[in-house]
């Protein structure tokens, strides 16, 4: 296969599937004959090959609903919805009878008597709405059932979008969506009521709900009930207008109605919406937050965003978080970078590029030649794109000379990839969500999956909620993923590896281990076994303070999974033993078999946008583009061919040893791209340090961010949305952005901006999109070979590894691991315990990691001003009982000590930490948790252990506000239930299916 092909059937996206003409069902519609796939609905069946049948409730992302009644068929003389139709051989459907079609027209009055249609002043008339353009179908020309007001005022209370009772045709959509795709499961419709409306919290406001804003409902709305605030009085030219004069000309509109009929009022509001294409843009982008990959096309007018809408996201379907769904606003904040800045003494001043260019340029000339080119070294950025972590790798090695080169997943993957290239042999997910959802069990190892990837983790709450998935969950958190687990795990911190073993043990010595896949499929099971002697289940029991009939049960749930993924991220990874824990869940996973096929695999999820690619880029010190290494005189003279110059093969310094190099005094000059590295990085204080004992500072970025404090020159870069390029996701999906907006004037995109570097230096690139830099860089690693823009146009994606014919694979290792021999290989690992240990001064856990509202330290959802409002600053999260015995209550101040450094934050007490650990999100600059971190790290990578922190708790008098606000989400109550639940529609009275004439809907 070329690349991914999607097909949809009933109403699931199945990417890669081939089409199956061998299995195809002949159906007579309309007398025309057709063929459906096996299992095909109806109504899908229609929609591909081209009929138009009304539809109005149906979503293929949701299924049937059968809310709406408006895809009446015929078949065999009865009438039934086409949606909830499955086709099978031989059937015959008429469309075209009259007898349906009045059945479908009397369905939709039902339907517009509870929407009054003012297309030409809504700002849904974009050509997209579904009640108009049935109304246009259907040929509507008057209501048989006037439209009859709700008595219900309109709901404002989200920052982000409102509902309008009077519009809501009690479809049902947004209900599905909620309950069972988002599976936030807020909203219902209060069927039994006189006057259904949906439902917050069961009778909340919005505001006061669970409702995380996460777009689902508003995206899949078929009309304006639901809509984004930032598209009200902006999308329509007739639409920004007062209250009273859109109330007048809505009165106009259904003055003349009864005389002239829907159809010239479509027509005028048809000319209209056609009048908004030459102003609305509509643009596609990769969300800039986490690693997911969820893409949708950007609604601008000008410089406002007026949506984002996801449609048909090869990861993510019509999915969003928060962030990618409303976390724009810091695109036009104000205090965006526009000038490069130049460090005089301790201020900065503004100079034009040209100065700053050539100052960066001869100051890296002059450190070069007197400290000789490992005196510089160079950080991408996991928000930047492929093509840009290509060219600042590009530019440390080819044209400064040294491997001095990394990027920010050295704080968070680089544990997992080691666990997987010491296995399996690739650095990266083993399949794709898809193959996530279709586990029968998933396990979650140290991640907040429904805060920190939330969209993945709408996937697994879904499977498991409606496909019987099973879930166990193992954190020291009860985070929301814990909550819904059929198992939860709370072992002591730093022992994963432990229990990890010991199950791995147990299912050996009890014949639950999947002896053919070892067999044929695995080295090194004899060395392997023997290391597992010290891993006995009263072992893991004691070290990790979890029952052995609870780790028993684990064991066999495994052993009978027919297919288990594993998902793990930080909680795993920043430990001290991050490579080795990775390493055991990997063997975990061979010595169940549960790898080569669907529903198998290791899934370390990753954090940022591009974390994946910006280490597929080459931005690591150990290997060039495409994970070959330095040290390889066959890579590096490919390179060199292609480069016309010479590589240094010596293996470079990484994000860790630079900051221990500046202290040493062996590194003199730094140039960071995008990473607010003085306060993401742990124990912030000796990196903050580090920094101020530079010679030369160059800090890239769009918002004058704490690092740049430390910097001698500033540049001004953009964001994701002023730019083109490629984002490579945590399962090895490729996706193209295109640039939604000109740079603001004075910023330049990062590969631009290392390019004019690079050509002061005389490196002479004349890269003049970053196309050709991808057409490069796949020309250079086997593993892109198949790479290039064309392959990637519109909403196409590609997983890696590609062949050069442009075939990818979503799923790795289908036919053998990427070893020589194809075989994958089981790594002995042992356990030492955390080296960051709790004593009586220290006397508390610390934990850290992500909120679902704010990305990292906050330095762009903070500018978002609802998220602002939801979740205004960070806090530390404390158990009631803790709490109890410190005379503690939310909103104490407290000074949190470490033996690094303090931090002063707010209490916020809850059960979902227990005990003596500390949770405290990660979002704040001024009191970053990492303040309070070390610079303990795993051996293997370096990559700090974030995770394992003691702290001295100091109760101060002061008491302020809890820190999180009663809007917050995670006060609501959510009401969850089987979806919209339409039996409870038709057992109402004034319910009755459609073809028997009209009934009085009782007012
Ligand atoms: S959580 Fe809120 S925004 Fe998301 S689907 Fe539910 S109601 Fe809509
Ligand atoms: S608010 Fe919900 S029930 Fe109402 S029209 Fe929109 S999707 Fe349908
Ligand atoms: S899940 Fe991740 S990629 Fe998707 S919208 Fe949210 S932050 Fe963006
Ligand atoms: S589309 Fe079939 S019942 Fe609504």
């Known amino acids: 296969m070329a690349m991914n092909t999607i097909t949809i059937v009933n109403g699931k996206r199945n990417e890669n599937s081939p089409t199956e003409s061998s299995a195809e069902i002949p159906v007579l519609i309309d007398g025309s004959r057709h063929t459906a796939q096996p299992g095909e609905r109806l109504v899908d069946l229609i929609n591909r090959v081209g009929l138009k049948l009304s539809q109005v409730c149906y979503h293929h992302q949701l299924g049937p609903i059968q809310t709406c ?27 075209a009878s009259s007898k349906a079609h009045a059945a479908r027209q009397e369905a939709f009055d039902r339907i517009l008597v509870n929407h009054m249609l003012y297309c030409t002043v809504c700002d ?55 309950q069972n795709l988002q599976v936030n499961e807020t909203l219902s419709i209060n069927w039994e009521d006189p006057h259904p409306r949906v439902q917050w919290d069961g009778g909340s406001t919005i505001g006061e709900s669970s409702c995380v804003s996460c777009g689902h409902c508003i995206t899949v709305c078929p009309c304006n009930a639901l809509m984004e605030k930032s598209m009200l009085g902006q999308a329509g030219f007739f639409t920004g207008i007062s209250k009273e004069s859109l109330d007048g000309m809505i009165d106009v509109v ?17 000319i209209e919406s056609a009048m908004r294409e030459s102003r609305i843009r509509r643009t596609k982008t990769v969300c800039t937050y986490c690693g997911v990959g969820c893409s949708f096309d950007v609604w601008t007018k000008d410089r406002h965003i007026l949506k984002v809408e996801p449609a048909d996201g090869p990861t993510n379907g019509v999915s969003t978080c928060i962030k990618g769904k409303f976390g724009w606003d810091y695109v036009n904040a104000p205090d965006r970078l526009t000038k490069p800045l130049i460090r005089e003494g301790d201020k900065f001043r503004e100079a034009s590029w040209d100065e700053a260019l050539d100052l960066v340029a001869r100051r890296f000339t002059e450190i070069k030649a007197q400290h000789g080119p490992d005196s510089l070294a160079f950080i991408s950025s996991s928000k930047c794109t492929n093509e840009e972590s290509y060219l600042m790798q590009k530019l440390a090695r080819a044209v400064i ?42 396990l979650i190892i140290g991640s907040n999956t429904a805060e920190s990837h939330p969209v993945l983790a709408t996937r697994v709450k879904r499977a498991h909620k409606l496909h019987g998935q099973k879930l166990i969950v193992s954190d020291l958190r009860e985070n929301e993923m814990a909550r819904r687990a059929d198992i939860f795990l709370h072992p002591k911190p730093a022992t994963d590896l432990v229990w990890l073993s010991a199950i791995t043990r147990y299912l050996l010595e009890n014949g639950l281990a999947h002896d053919d896949f070892l067999r044929q499929w695995v080295n090194g099971l004899d060395e392997y076994k023997k290391t597992l002697a010290p891993f006995t289940m009263e072992f893991a029991s004691q070290t990790c303070g979890l029952p052995v009939e609870t780790l028993e049960k684990v064991a066999h749930m495994i052993a009978e999974a027919s297919g288990v993924c594993i998902l793990w991220a930080m909680g795993v990874t920043q430990q001290s033993q991050g490579s080795d824990t990775s390493t055991a869940i990997s063997n975990l996973l061979l010595v169940t078999g549960n790898y080569m096929r669907t529903g198998t695999g290791a899934y370390p999820l990753r954090g940022h946008n591009n974390v994946q ?19 390889d005189p066959e890579v590096r003279a490919r390179f060199e061919s292609a480069w016309k110059v010479k590589l240094p093969s010596t293996k470079g310094l990484d994000n860790h040893q630079m900051v221990d190099a500046i202290h040493e005094g062996k590194l003199k000059s730094l140039y960071l791209e995008g990473e607010e590295m003085a306060i993401v990085d742990s124990n912030a204080n000796h990196v903050a340090a580090a920094f101020s004992k530079l010679d030369f500072f160059v800090v890239q970025d769009i918002f004058f961010s704490t690092t740049c404090r430390f910097a001698d020159v500033v540049l001004p870069a953009t964001p994701s949305l002023e730019k083109e390029g490629t984002f490579t996701s945590t399962e090895r999906r490729i996706q193209r952005l295109y640039q939604v907006f000109e740079p603001i004037p004075g910023s330049r995109p990062d590969w631009k901006i290392t390019q004019d570097i690079a050509n002061r230096l005389n490196a002479n690139w004349n890269y003049a ?36 014919d442009g075939s990818d694979q979503p799923l790795l290792y289908t036919k053998k691991f990427n070893f020589p021999d194809g075989k994958a290989r089981l790594f002995p690992v042992s356990w030492s315990g955390p080296v960051e240990k709790s004593n009586t001064e220290f006397d508390l856990h610390l934990n850290n990691g992500r909120l679902l509202e704010h990305f990292h330290e906050g330095n762009l959802t903070y500018r978002v001003k609802g998220i602002q409002e939801k979740t205004p600053d960070t806090f530390v999260e404390i158990s009631p009982e803790l709490a109890q015995e410190r005379g503690v209550q939310s909103g104490t101040w407290l000074l949190l000590i470490s033996r690094y450094g303090q931090v002063r934050v707010r209490a916020l007490v809850t059960d979902r930490v227990s005990g003596r650990e500390l949770y405290m999100p990660m979002n704040s600059t001024e009191s970053p948790v990492n303040r309070l ?19 001295h708790m100091q109760v101060l008098p002061e008491i302020g506000e809890t820190p999180l606000p009663r809007v917050n989400p995670r ?33």
């Open 69 to 95: 009644d408006t895809c009446l068929v015929e078949i065999g003389g009865q009438l039934v919805r086409a949606c909830a139709t499955t086709v099978t051989s031989g059937m015959s459907v008429t469309t």
């Open 124 to 178: 849904n008339n974009n050509g997209n709405c579904t009640v108009h353009n049935t109304t246009k179908l259907l040929a509507i020309e008057h209501q048989q059932i006037p439209f009859k007001k709700k008595p219900y005022a309109v709901d404002n209370t989200n920052p982000f979008y409102r509902y309008d009772p009077d519009q809501c045709i009690l479809c049902g959509r947004c209900v599905e969506a909620c």
């Open 254 to 270: 259904k003055d003349v109605e009864p005389e002239t009929g829907y159809g010239a009022i479509l027509r005028l509001s048809e």
């Open 401 to 442: 000379g040294t491997n001095n080169i990394d990027n920010c997943s050295r704080y968070c993957q680089a544990p997992a990839t080691t666990g997987l290239f010491r296995t399996v042999g690739y650095g990266g997910d083993s399949g794709s969500i898809r193959d996530i959802e279709n586990a029968s069990l998933v």
């Open 613 to 631: 690619g910006a280490g597929d880029s080459g931005a690591a010190p150990n290997t060039v583009p495409g994970y070959q290494s330095v040290d």
């Open 769 to 804: 999109h970053p196309s050709e830099i991808m057409s490069e860089m796949a020309s250079l690693a086997p593993m892109l070979a198949g790479v290039n823009y064309e392959r990637l146009e519109g909403y196409k994606s590609l997983q890696w590894p590609v062949a050069a």
């Open 933 to 951: 971190t070390s610079s303990i790290t795993d051996p293997v990578t370096h990559t700090p252990a974030f995770k394992e922190a003691s702290v």
């Open 971 to 1003: 006060f609501g109550h959510p009401t969850p239930q089987h979806g919209v639940e339409v039996e409870r529609k038709w057992k109402r009275p004034d319910y009755h299916f459609p073809g028997n004439g009209l009934v009085q809907i009782k007012q």
